[in-house]
């Protein structure tokens, strides 16, 4: 199936621990995105790499690191989790073209810190 | 800075009617202007985009208007199903810079 994979769906830990998600996909798209859902359902960009390179760095903290090995992979790692890093992170790729940019979402991953 | 509205935050309508969702937007130089379905514990699907030069689209019994110069867009979907039952998110993408800015969605509820 041509998709976004995101892996683990379901992620619980405690506070101080490092942990890492990745995301795959299989679209061909040259750019893919982390975006952050909190408890109120608000959806903001965190990162955004076009072919391999970064282009978006939102106001971040230095705990979260994405990593693009390649155009078709964009792993987040957070080091030293906090109570509210707890949310559900999800990972979108787009091809540009123009000014249309159609994202198509992963499933999302939801990290609790406990 | 861009500030993305949606109202009402919340709606509950009997199957059949026809819903209405609204999207206004703070900064009116956009390329486009997205909406999405999010289900419980899914991602988010593209239902419609619409370029800053267009007033609308249509996607079955679905229509988005825009209307660029007000900030404001919105969606509408007719003869509502139960299976239209979701989250519907708006986004616009600026035009300068490569991302989206979503707002805080409107949570759907068709009774059968």
């Known amino acids: 199936d041509t998709a976004v994979s995101q892996t683990p769906k379901y992620l619980v830990t405690q506070m101080g621990n490092d942990k890492s998600i990745k995301c795959e996909q299989n679209l061909g798209h040259d750019t893919m995105y982390w975006y952050k859902q909190d408890s109120k359902k608000f959806l903001k960009i965190m990162f955004s790499?076009?072919?391999?390179?970064?282009?978006i760095n939102e106001t971040v903290p230095n705990r979260f690191s994405p990593k693009s090995p390649d155009k078709a992979h964009l792993n987040l790692h957070i080091n030293s989790l906090e109570l509210g890093d707890s949310a559900v992170y999800f990972c979108a790729s787009s091809r540009t073209q123009g000014r249309a940019n159609v994202l198509t979402f992963g499933a999302g991953s939801r990290l609790t810190v406990l | 800075k861009q500030e993305v509205t949606q109202i009402p935050a919340a709606l509950s309508v009997p199957e059949g009617e026809n819903l209405v969702l609204n999207c206004s937007f703070t900064d009116s130089a956009i390329y486009n202007l997205q909406w999405f379905r999010q289900d419980p514990g899914k991602g988010l699907t593209s239902l419609l985009l619409i370029q800053s030069s267009q007033r609308e689209q249509t996607s079955g019994r679905l229509n988005a208007s825009l209307d660029k110069s007000s900030g404001r867009s919105t969606l509408y979907i007719a003869a509502s199903q139960p299976g239209d039952s979701a989250t519907y998110l708006c986004a616009v993408h600026k035009a300068a810079g490569n991302k989206l800015t979503f707002g805080g969605g409107t949570r759907v509820l068709v009774k059968p």
């Open positions: 790499y076009n072919n391999k390179e970064l282009i």
